[in-house]
């Protein structure tokens, strides 16, 4: 949903990257012992992307988490059905052409604002 001013400026953004991209170049590296190669791209290497998403959780007992001692005289314990313990938190994930640099839980009750963001950009700074 976003704006016709935001869609522009995505475009002209990405006009920049594949820009650079050509400009830059391709460099062919050695990725194995057995003298394999691998094309990439210079520019490709240092760019650093991220997404939030909502992570649902939930928590079942099993049968080996509710197991006691008892004595053979015991009377049975009852069982009751179990509930499910669901929730869900949002996590914000950055990664690189390498693979996952951060990813920065948000505590539940949190919301995203612009203080959370910036200490999350600051984690990220220190992770790289």
């Known amino acids: 949903m976003l704006s016709d001013e935001h869609k522009r400026q995505k475009v002209e953004i990405s006009q920049i990257l594949l820009h650079r991209c050509q400009q830059e170049g391709d460099e062919t590296v050695d990725v194995g012992p057995c003298g394999d190669h691998r094309v990439r791209n210079k520019l490709l290497e ?8 909502w992570l649902h959780l939930s928590t079942l007992e099993t049968k080996r988490d509710s197991m006691t001692w008892k004595q053979p005289s015991s009377p049975v314990t009852k069982k009751f059905k179990v509930q499910q313990l669901a929730t869900k938190v949002m ?26 963001y910036c200490e999350t950009l600051d984690r990220l700074r220190h992770a790289v």
């Not at 240092?46 to 998403?53: A, F, N, R, S």
């Not at 914000?92 to 839980?105: A, C, E, H, N």
């Open 91 to 116: 996590a914000t994930v950055f990664w690189d052409s390498r693979g996952m640099i951060l990813l920065d839980v948000l505590p539940k009750g949190e919301s995203v604002n612009a203080d959370r």
């Open 46 to 53: 240092h760019l650093i992307t991220g997404d939030e998403t």
